[in-house]
């Protein structure tokens, strides 16, 4: 006779794919509705997917968790649908774009703050603005590597228009207008436009910051218009009632134990330090980022990280990592199913009996070798108190992540030649219950 772990198994090699999930209809301007469009972030699922699971897994007034919060998301999505959004990410811009895409601020003041900011930069930026340069330079303090990345003339142009937004007496406005001075710097440097590797290319053509700041602005005015009507009254009279941004690890979610009904989240994959590589822009800016390599430290699975000997509650965990060997990646894959299994664990503490959990990740390989995350992370739930109560097998038409590797380096690269393999084709969503 079976016992219940092995009836309640789901082997994920056998889910079939699932085109209800996929969302492939929906365009650019579905998916990028009310404050969804803000940010352009690496990886993020669309707001229908976080929305159809929220509905399905939660009741109005519940608590809904993403502790790798990353754009906000679901956040955005549990408070439009009447629940209580709890996000926190390590990333100190996605805890920005979290807070700024999940805060209703009056429109007409918004706007007021808008016309006047307008107004005094294309004054600073209208001919020589040496005076205006000066005052910024001996205001903020600026990391060298922006050098690295941005022309001279757009550099003074940035630092004029981000001394401005910072005297901005009103935080959340002020946090508004920071996000779109973040969203157009890479327009603004030689970073290679369609490329999600921190590539340069010296033959760019720069856009105008100034222009491209007031356009940004503009548009994110608007669609806040939008945000502010979907929400209840309620929630906007008591916006920290209902919503709670933290700059935080994900394995320290600010909740008491078993108060959480639903986690919904998206992990970041394997190789996250290319997350770490895509926020250097405002990151610099901001004064966020010292050293890119220790920036790297902070984010899950970083091979630079040393470790005890761990159980990690997967035994094909234990068999990828002896496929890869004891190299920089090898290391890099163990800590990462170390880290993940610690936030499993706190999403455990959280959630109710009979709460889920979930989570959205893909499968992909490294040198030959299959990195399966998804039966890796249905092995450790199960082996830390959960059951499987669905795997949703769903392709990803409209996510954006760097499409192929290279076979033989493992890398991320941009190509279309038939020797590479699409990186992320399809990806699950593990739906695991608390018991």
Request: proline fraction near 3%; charge should be positive.
């Amino acid at each position: 006779m079976k016992n219940q772990k092995e009836i309640e198994t789901i082997d994920i090699s056998r889910v079939s794919i699932d085109n209800t999930w996929s969302f492939s209809d929906k365009t650019v301007k579905d998916t990028s509705y009310a404050t969804h469009g803000y940010y352009t972030y690496p990886a993020k699922f669309i707001p229908q997917l976080a929305s159809r699971l929220i509905i399905e897994y939660s009741n109005e007034n519940e608590i809904v968790v993403d502790p790798f919060m990353g754009s906000g998301t679901t956040i955005v999505e549990a408070i439009i649908n009447n629940r209580r959004g709890v996000g926190l990410d390590i990333n100190n811009i996605a805890n920005l774009i979290g807070k700024v895409k999940t805060t209703p601020i009056d429109n007409i003041i918004l706007s007021e703050v808008f016309t006047l900011l307008a107004f005094d930069l294309e004054t600073r930026l209208n001919g020589n603005y040496s005076k205006y340069l000066k005052q910024a330079i001996e205001e903020l303090q600026l990391n060298k590597r922006i050098d690295y990345w941005f022309r001279k003339n757009e550099k003074e142009q940035l630092l004029i228009i981000l001394q401005r937004i910072k005297q901005i007496e009103h935080n959340d406005i002020r946090d508004f207008f920071l996000l779109a001075f973040a969203q157009i710097l890479k327009s603004c440097s030689i970073w290679l436009q369609k490329s999600v590797k921190p590539t340069r290319d010296f033959s760019k053509e720069i856009s105008e910051p100034l222009k491209l700041f007031l356009k940004q602005s503009q548009k994110m005015i608007k669609k806040h218009g939008e945000f502010n009507d979907l929400l209840a009254d309620e929630t906007k009279r008591n916006i920290n009632k209902y919503r709670t941004i933290k700059l935080e690890d994900s394995r320290k979610i600010p909740c008491k134990n078993n108060e959480v009904t639903l986690i919904v989240t998206s992990p970041p994959y394997v190789t996250s330090y290319e997350y770490a590589d895509l926020h250097q822009l405002p990151s610099l800016w901001f004064g966020y980022l010292d050293e890119l390599s220790e920036f790297r430290k902070k984010f899950i699975g970083s091979a630079y990280k040393e470790r005890e000997s761990i159980d990690l509650k997967s035994s094909l965990a234990e068999e990828i990592f002896s496929l890869l060997g004891n190299n920089k990646k090898g290391r890099e894959v163990i800590n990462y199913f170390a880290d993940m299994l610690e936030s499993f664990n706190e999403m455990k503490r959280v959630l109710k009996k009979g709460g889920k959990a979930c989570i959205v990740i893909g499968n992909t390989q490294f040198k030959g070798v299959k990195i399966l995350n998804a039966e890796v992370f249905q092995e450790q739930f199960e082996n830390i108190g959960f059951r499987t109560f669905n795997i949703i097998h769903r392709e990803i038409p409209s996510k954006m992540l760097p499409s192929t590797r290279d076979i033989s380096s493992g890398q991320f690269v941009k190509s279309t030649k038939s020797e590479l393999k699409l990186a992320y084709p399809t990806e699950y969503i593990l739906i695991m219950e608390k018991l």
